[in-house]
């Protein structure tokens, strides 16, 4: 996200930050505080970046109001707040009053209802960043014209996040490949046994859907043949 920081700037703005670290679920967890960020920012800009040790309240705003042409303030963790994931229209309302435009540059984020992103874009004017334009595009330009074969690989926790996205590439895709925690649902839906491992029972019969889906459309649900059998999770 560089080069859009670096254009803001030198449109003459000043520039609010906002982003996540981790996952405090809702709590200040001390070594997942922005500082380490700010740090590593001051020196890959060359100038001071304002840390602050939250992302609302009065303190904020005045910081915000005070703030000169090409001056730059990192807010806190905004995940160290739950209605950051719940996606709180009361927070996103008091981030997006710290500012007049909202840039979003987070395409790897983009896909989760966050006050930081879908719920700020409520209420104020947006665009996208450099990064985010960019990705968008050669997304299109893959899906608008893929050559085959046209393999498509997908990860993460959970299903409900890819739901749109798996449906989207079906018509598109020879082999769609699965894995990640969300190959569990998946491997639950095709009746295996699937013990203690990270699964969302209340998303099977869409998994099932989309797998019957993919047959129609001679579109291949491939997901993992090996899998390591534990008691609990751990290093070594």
Excluded: W
């Excluded at 992302?55 to 915000?64: H, L, P, Q």
């Excluded at 927070?91 to 879908?118: E, I, M, P, Q």
């Excluded at 990860?155 to 490949?177: Q, R, T």
């Excluded at 699937?194 to 649900?221: P, Q, T």
């Amino acid at each position: 996200s560089l080069p859009t920081i670096r254009y803001i700037l030198e449109q003459g703005a000043s520039l609010i930050l906002m982003s996540h670290l981790g996952r405090p679920k809702g709590k200040v967890v001390e070594k997942l505080r922005m500082d380490v960020v700010a740090g590593r920012l001051e020196k890959l800009l060359g100038k001071k970046v304002l840390k602050l040790d939250e992302c609302v309240g009065s303190e904020v705003k005045k910081k915000a109001k005070e703030m000169k042409p090409d001056e730059v303030m990192l807010l806190e963790n905004t995940r160290f707040y739950k209605g950051e994931t719940d996606n709180e229209p009361q927070f996103a309302r008091k981030l997006a009053s710290l500012a007049d435009v909202f840039v979003n540059d987070a395409f790897g984020t983009a896909h989760r209802a966050h006050a930081s992103t879908v719920g700020v874009a409520r209420f104020l004017p947006s665009a996208a960043g450099f990064l985010m334009a960019m990705e968008l595009e050669v997304l299109g330009g893959i899906l608008a014209n893929p050559q085959a074969p046209f393999v498509a690989i997908l990860g993460g926790a959970k299903v409900s996040d890819k739901i749109g996205v798996l449906l989207n590439l079906l018509d598109k895709c020879e082999d769609i490949l699965i894995g990640g925690g969300m190959a569990y649902t998946f491997l639950k839906a095709k009746g295996f046994p699937v013990g203690k491992s990270l699964l969302e029972e209340e998303k099977i019969s869409e998994a099932k859907n989309i797998i019957d889906k993919a047959f129609e459309k001679k579109c291949r649900i491939l997901l993992p043949l090996d899998h390591l059998v534990a008691k609990e999770a751990k290093k070594g």
